[in-house]
């Protein structure tokens, strides 16, 4: 059990599919999260095929994961390998936000990743 004054990664995993005003307002409410909780750290994870997502999640300090235009299914498994072992302070190797072939295995996440 985690005491309540430790501070706590936390990784939202999802996935944008060139959407920017969307993808921005999905943003800006991560953006309110980290002021109303600030002891704590949040990235987000997108798995992302268009240059204008990527761009936009660098633009928040956030990590953007190449992948092909496929299934949903497939872009949140490719999120979720570099949030596995995200810490805070820490750069994620360029190798792990590179596209790649993964198993076809369908995971959906809608609560953050907490570590």
């Not at 944008?16 to 704590?40: C, G, Q, T, Y």
């Not at 750290?41 to 936009?56: P, R």
Request: aromatic share 6%; glycine share 2%.
């Amino acid at each position: 059990m985690r005491a309540n004054n430790q501070r706590m990664n936390i990784a939202v995993i999802t996935a944008l599919n060139n959407r920017p005003a969307i993808s921005r307002i999905f943003l800006n409410n991560v953006e309110r999260w980290k002021e109303e909780l600030p002891d704590h750290n949040f990235t987000v994870f997108a798995a992302v095929s268009d240059k204008v997502d990527a761009e936009l999640l660098e633009e928040y300090g956030h990590i953007p994961v190449i992948v092909e235009r496929n299934l949903a299914g497939l872009k949140f498994n490719s999120a979720i390998r570099p949030a596995t072992s995200w810490k805070a302070g820490v750069p994620v190797p360029v190798a792990a936000t590179q596209p790649s072939i993964l198993p076809s295995v369908c995971c959906q996440i809608s609560l953050p990743v907490v570590s």
